[in-house]
């Protein structure tokens, strides 16, 4: 079956460096997103990664490794509105996204 | 603000009731989606709508009817409802679908309680 894992919650300081990990299986694949999601809003675009490799955008940086079905996302200088959930989702051979659960990520001053 | 706008927020109805749920894109997208999210959960995906057609519908009970009248505008109807039906449910638009272009711009979502 197709799957993805992420750890459900996660907590860091206020000016500190986080990273959250996500690992999926997925018949084919044609890339991974990550969204965020504060309590009550929308999810949006973070990020897009179809190739290997590391893509930085400002604070906020997305890898991929296709060989090892793994992406992480790192949150560098963070804010106290950082606070959210960030989800996890690839995208398969049928061009179906496959989400993981989220992770709720909790900034403390 | 994503271009993407759903009415009503907030929802409670009985299990006898009918409501529709409303969302409209000013994107420009070809695509529209209804999905469910519970707490904890991965985002399940009820219907696809690509060029006002459906083109997914993963099992999804007959209690919920989509219904999309033109490229901007997708509704949920709901009737006779249960309990485990409570969720929050998320409209989004990408600008295709089945294409590789799914980056999705959600609404704020309904949150929807059924007593």
């Known amino acids: 079956g197709q799957n993805i894992d992420q750890p459900t919650e996660m907590t860091a300081t206020e000016g500190a460096i986080v990273q959250i990990n996500c690992t999926y299986q997925t018949s084919g694949f044609n890339g991974l997103f990550w969204y965020q999601q504060h309590a009550g809003e929308a999810p949006t675009f973070l990020s897009y990664n179809v190739l290997d490799g590391l893509e930085e955008k400002g604070r906020f940086s997305s890898f991929l490794s296709r060989s090892k079905g793994y992406s992480y996302l790192l949150l560098k200088e963070l804010q106290m509105k950082d606070s959210a959930s960030y989800l996890c989702a690839a995208l398969d051979s049928n061009y179906q996204l496959i989400w993981g659960a989220g992770t709720k990520l909790i900034i403390k001053p | 603000e994503t271009g993407v706008t759903q009415t009503p927020r907030h929802l409670v109805m009985g299990m006898t009731n009918k409501k529709s749920l409303k969302c409209e894109q000013h994107l420009g997208h070809n695509a529209m989606y209804w999905y469910k999210q519970s707490a904890k959960k991965p985002l399940e995906l009820m219907f696809v709508?690509?060029?006002?057609?459906r083109v997914e519908n993963n099992s999804v009970p007959s209690r919920f009817s989509p219904e999309c009248p033109n490229s901007s505008h997708l509704f949920l109807h709901l009737h006779t409802l249960q309990p485990e039906d409570s969720a929050l449910y998320l409209c989004a638009s990408s600008q295709d679908w089945g294409t590789g272009n799914e980056k999705l711009f959600f609404g704020s979502g309904t949150q929807l309680s059924v007593l």
């Open positions: 709508y690509s060029l006002e057609e």
